[in-house]
T-cell receptor
């Protein structure tokens, strides 16, 4: 079974530029999550999708971050404009559903550096 | 704000010893608890889940949950150098209808050969 795929693996941009990340979840997984993991901290949920609908985006900084999952499969996360504090690893995870027994499987993440 | 607290470490143990990792959480009615292992530069990997008070064993790993004390721990027996990683405690707080995870900052474990 193929895992969660993310690209790019690394991205370096200057502040105020824009950047986009892509995620392809495990086949058949209805639920998709985007997390931000700052160095030395645990992952923090940014947004959760169930199929192509948003379940929770309460921690997404909506003035600069946006995410979509138009066809209920792949998802993109965008930052525009980027700030220095956005330097982090952006992790995508997927699960078959939303039950507590539905484990979340993580991709390897995109490491973003803001200059 | 619902929080999950872990000692950031590093925790160093000799090879073959028992490593004990601890986690406390603030939301008294949390029901689901997880331990993830994260190697440097890699994604978190689920290693244990526990939902009821007591111990749950899986190979060399034992998760312990005490809801009255709001405390969950992970014991690693016969620690190996390959166990060296950051261990993240995660909780599904009450009212989280979306079953979203709240993570602690993680404890870095080093197993010394």
């Amino acid at each position: 079974e193929a895992g969660v795929a993310q690209s790019p693996r690394y991205k370096i941009i200057e502040k105020r530029q824009s950047v986009a990340f892509w995620c392809n979840p495990i086949s058949g997984h209805a639920t998709l999550y985007w997390y931000q993991q700052i160095l030395g901290q645990g992952p923090k949920l940014l947004i959760q999708f169930q199929n192509n609908g948003v379940v929770d985006d309460s921690q997404l900084p909506k003035d600069r971050f946006s995410a979509e999952r138009l066809k209920g499969v792949d998802s993109t996360l965008k930052i525009q404009p980027a700030k220095l504090e956005d330097s982090a690893v952006y992790l995508c995870a997927s699960s078959p559903g939303t039950g507590e027994s539905q484990p979340q499987h993580f991709g390897d993440g995109t490491r973003l550096s803001i200059l | 704000q619902k929080e999950v607290e872990q000692n950031s470490g590093p925790l160093s143990v000799p090879e073959g010893a028992i490593a004990s990792l601890n986690c406390t959480y603030s939301d008294r009615v949390s029901q689901s608890f997880f331990w993830y292992r994260q190697y440097s530069g890699k994604s978190p990997e689920l290693i244990m889940s526990i939902y009821s008070n007591g111990d749950k064993e899986d190979g060399r790993f034992t998760a312990q949950l005490n809801k009255a004390s709001q405390y969950v721990s992970l014991l690693i027996r016969d620690s190996q150098p390959s166990d060296s990683a950051t261990y993240l405690c995660a909780v599904i707080p009450s009212g989280a209808g979306s079953y979203q995870l709240t993570f602690g900052k993680g404890t870095k474990l080093s197993v010394i050969p």
